[in-house]
Every structure is written in structure tokens, then in C-alpha cells.
């Protein structure tokens, strides 16, 4: 058996060896002369799984070891008889944390209080969820668009993205990339959807670029109908569009995801993937050395200060979204690198958080929101 593993997919090595012959590649290199003797591939969102690239190959099962799977052409997978999956799941709490990072950033920027303020969650599955619970530990009004769920579990718990568009102060986006149907969303974001918002302060994209049309959110920022545009995703990566990345109010390179955390599950969910569809008998592997930051332990005194200025500090202790907009906007051009050599970043639970003089219902903020605490 012959496997192809993407060479940016980190902790695998190792772990499929003795089953098979192993070639790591670039994402760019993995070509279809490449593949045609391949059993497996285990890939990212840059390699494109389409005719082009499998036809006349013995791939059998592709794995991707990320959310998305838009790069996967399925339809012809399975005329070709090519089974795959992704990881759903796998980087939602890195997204969350991304989004909480992103948040307070902003309302200290604004110098506005999150707490009170309305936000609109578009797409309410694995990240969707921890983002709405992140919100309502920190006091927001949260609303929940989702028509796929509505439609299963009824509407008690979701609103229409109109009431989003006329009633939130904040819109996030976090809804796969469905180019046709029912629940369309390339270019949800378009002109029609920005001229009518009601009174949206801050919007946010971290979930596909397509999703928001480039022209509509510029021209929408130049006529003062969005206050201010956080994006992770962007059409055409990793030519992205410079006029729209100087009008954000933070653009990062597609990095919501990446935590050391997410890209951990991301390639266990893969080789646990392969193992069960080729019987391999790993299950149960797991990766392990996942690297972790210089420090662990944060140390707050909340003497006379108010909660949210200790959540904020505790949240952008774990990551400061002002350091990745830093980098980006200094050399866009590095675009690709910037994600390649992206540095160690864990999740809220990775920290253990040595308080003092913290009220005990903040303690217990913290605590919901992933961190170990200390005294």
C-alpha cells in the first residue's frame, strides 16, 4: 500500500509506516502523475481532489485533515468509487478562541463593552456552538441562524438571517462553502446582504472566503454600512486582495484554525480514519509531543479591576489576534509562509490561570471558558 500524506500535516510521521510506504509531499506537488499509484491520500485544503488529479489512480480513500472539505470534489469520488473524509470538529475551539481573541481586541479598540452587545451566529455546527457558548459566558445576546438545523430540530432556537442583518451589533460567519442549493452560501455576503444591515458594528469571516463577495464588504466598509471587517478567510488565497486587507480592522492568513490543539485532532481523525477503513488495528492512535508555549501559567491580580478587563487579559495572554494582523499586513506577499511557519499556539486549557483577588464568579467564567485555575 502507497499513502501520500500532505508534508505541512504535523505529528504523523511515523504512525503509518509500518503499514505501507509513506511519501510526504507538498500540497502543491501532489499531482495526478503522482498519485496514480496511490492507495491513500491525507491532504489539506490546497491539494484539489477532482477528476483531473484522480482519474486513472488507485486511490481508493482520501483524508482530509481539516473541517472543510470543498476541495474534495465528491461527486466524482463516488462515481469513482473513492471513499473519503474529513475532521469535522477537529480546530473548533482554536476558531473559538480565534473569535474571542478577535472580540475583545476589538471592543477595547472601540472601547466597547461586550457584555450587552447582540451578536448574529451564522452557522451553528461544531465552531458555531462553542462560539455562541463563549459569547453568553461573556454576557452577549446571542442569536443563532442555522436554516439546515431549524429544519430538523424546528425554530425555537434560531432566527432568519434577516432578523440577524437588523438586530445584531456583531455578525460571524461560520458555514461550510455550498456553492449551489438550498443552503447556498457562496457569496451570502453580497451587496444586497450589507446595504440593509440594520445597525452591525463589526463583521467577521473565519470560515471560507467565498462566502463573502470581496467588492460588496470593501465598498460596504468605504460607505460606512460595516463599521469594521475582521477576516481569517479571503476569495482567491493566497493572492488576496490588498485593498480589502488594509481596510480590516484585523486580516490574518487563514490561521483561525491552527492551533497546535486543532492540528493535533486534525491528523489523529485522519490516521484513525485510514486505520478503520483499511483495518489496521491504530483506532486508537493519538500524536503525541504536541509543542507547547514558552509558558503555561498566567498570572492575574484583579485588585480593582473590572471583570472584563480579567477576561480580556486572560484571553489575550492565550493569543493576540493584533500580532498575526501585524504580520500579515506588513508582508502579504507571505502569505503562504506565514501559514507554513505559523507558531505554537495551544487552547484555553492548556493554561493554568494563578489568580488573586478575583471575584469567584469571574473564577467561574474562566473555568466555563476551558482555563485550569490556580490560587
Excluded at 510526504?24 to 477532482?50: F, H, M, Q, S
Excluded at 475532521?87 to 476589538?106: D, H, K, M, T
Excluded at 482567491?236 to 490543539?261: C, F, M, R
Excluded at 508555549?293 to 493576540?320: C, F, H, K, M, W
Aim: charged share 30%.
Amino acid at each position: 500500500m502507497k499513502i501520500i500524506i500532505d508534508n505541512k500535516i504535523p505529528y504523523i510521521k511515523g504512525a503509518l509506516e509500518p503499514f505501507a510506504e509513506v511519501v510526504y509531499l507538498p500540497g502543491n506537488e501532489t499531482t495526478a502523475e503522482v498519485v496514480k499509484d496511490a492507495d491513500v491520500l491525507i491532504t489539506r485544503t490546497r491539494t484539489i481532489c477532482n477528476q483531473e488529479l484522480l482519474k486513472g489512480s488507485k486511490v481508493k480513500f482520501i483524508a482530509t485533515a481539516t473541517i472543510g472539505f470543498d476541495h474534495i470534489d465528491t461527486e466524482y469520488c463516488k462515481a469513482a468509487g473513492i471513499e473519503w473524509t474529513n475532521a469535522p470538529g477537529c480546530n473548533a475551539e482554536s476558531v473559538n478562541q480565534y473569535i474571542a481573541s478577535a472580540l475583545f481586541s476589538w471592543s477595547m479598540r472601540k472601547r466597547k463593552d461586550l457584555a450587552g452587545l447582540t451578536i448574529g451566529i451564522v452557522g451553528v455546527g461544531n465552531v458555531g456552538s462553542k462560539v455562541a457558548r463563549t459569547c453568553e459566558i461573556l454576557g452577549m445576546k446571542v442569536l443563532l441562524n442555522d436554516p439546515p438545523r431549524e429544519r430538523m430540530e424546528g425554530p425555537e432556537k434560531f432566527v432568519s438571517l434577516e432578523t440577524i442583518r437588523q438586530e445584531a451589533d456583531i455578525i460571524t460567519f461560520h458555514v461550510p462553502l455550498n456553492m449551489s442549493g438550498e443552503d447556498r452560501t457562496y457569496h451570502m455576503g453580497n451587496e444586497d446582504f450589507f446595504q440593509n444591515l440594520g445597525k452591525s458594528l463589526l463583521v467577521i469571516n473565519s470560515c471560507r472566503g467565498e462566502v463573502i463577495d470581496t467588492n460588496s464588504v470593501y465598498e460596504a466598509i468605504e460607505a460606512g454600512d460595516v463599521d469594521a471587517f475582521i477576516a481569517d478567510c479571503w476569495e482567491n488565497e493566497p493572492e488576496i486582495d490588498l485593498e480589502l486587507l488594509n481596510q480590516t480592522e484585523y486580516g490574518t492568513p487563514h490561521i483561525a484554525g491552527y492551533s497546535k490543539d486543532g492540528k493535533a485532532n486534525g491528523t489523529k481523525m485522519s490516521v484513525q480514519a485510514v486505520s478503520r477503513f483499511f483495518k489496521l488495528g491504530i483506532d486508537d492512535w493519538e500524536p503525541e509531543n504536541v509543542e507547547l508555549p514558552a509558558t503555561t501559567v498566567i498570572e492575574i491580580d484583579g485588585n480593582q479591576r473590572r471583570e472584563y478587563s480579567i477576561l480580556a487579559e486572560a484571553i489575550l495572554s492565550t493569543y493576540d489576534i493584533e500580532l498575526d494582523d501585524d504580520a500579515l499586513k506588513e508582508s502579504p506577499h507571505l502569505f503562504e509562509k506565514l501559514r507554513g511557519d505559523y507558531p505554537v499556539r495551544r487552547e484555553f486549557d492548556s493554561y493554568t490561570l494563578k489568580l488573586e483577588n478575583v471575584k469567584e464568579e469571574t473564577v467561574e467564567k474562566l473555568k466555563l471558558l476551558g482555563f485550569k485555575v490556580s490560587k
